[in-house]
């Protein structure tokens, strides 16, 4: 088992930044590929970024990439995401997972193939 802590939402305002961090424990030793999602009132939820466990690999969605970058120190057992120029459409909860099984970068999105989810951490961009 892992459990996830998300942490580092906040409210701020457009063009903004904020740092996600998602601490993982538990059984860590497990190469996790770890992915980052997110869900607004009302919207199904949705990819934000995914990174391999070794980091060579990380692929985001095409409304935050250039804005948005993932992270990940393993001897840490954290992922980071740290959200630049932060916009009204970015309001939502985030949630940090981990799959145990290995994917390729276009499987990252693919919800259903993560394990472990965190409780999830509430980012408010007010325009």
């Known amino acids: 088992q892992v459990q996830l802590v998300e942490s580092g939402g906040g409210l701020v305002q457009a063009g903004a930044s904020l740092r996600l961090s998602c601490a993982a424990s538990?059984?860590?030793?497990?190469?996790?590929?770890m992915g980052w999602f997110r869900q607004a009132p009302g919207k199904e939820r949705e990819f934000v970024a995914g990174?391999?466990?070794?980091?060579?690999?990380?692929r985001y969605e095409d409304s935050v990439k250039d804005r948005f970058t993932i992270s990940r120190d393993n001897n840490k057992n954290t992922v980071v995401l740290q959200m630049n120029s932060l916009k009204p459409e970015d309001t939502a909860v985030y949630y940090c997972a981990a799959a145990r099984s290995v994917m390729s970068r276009w499987e990252y999105d693919r919800d259903w193939k993560y394990d472990y989810w965190g409780q999830g951490t509430q980012v408010t961009v007010s325009s």
């Open positions: 538990g059984r860590t030793s497990s190469r996790y590929t």
């Open positions: 990174i391999a466990w070794s980091g060579s690999s990380t």
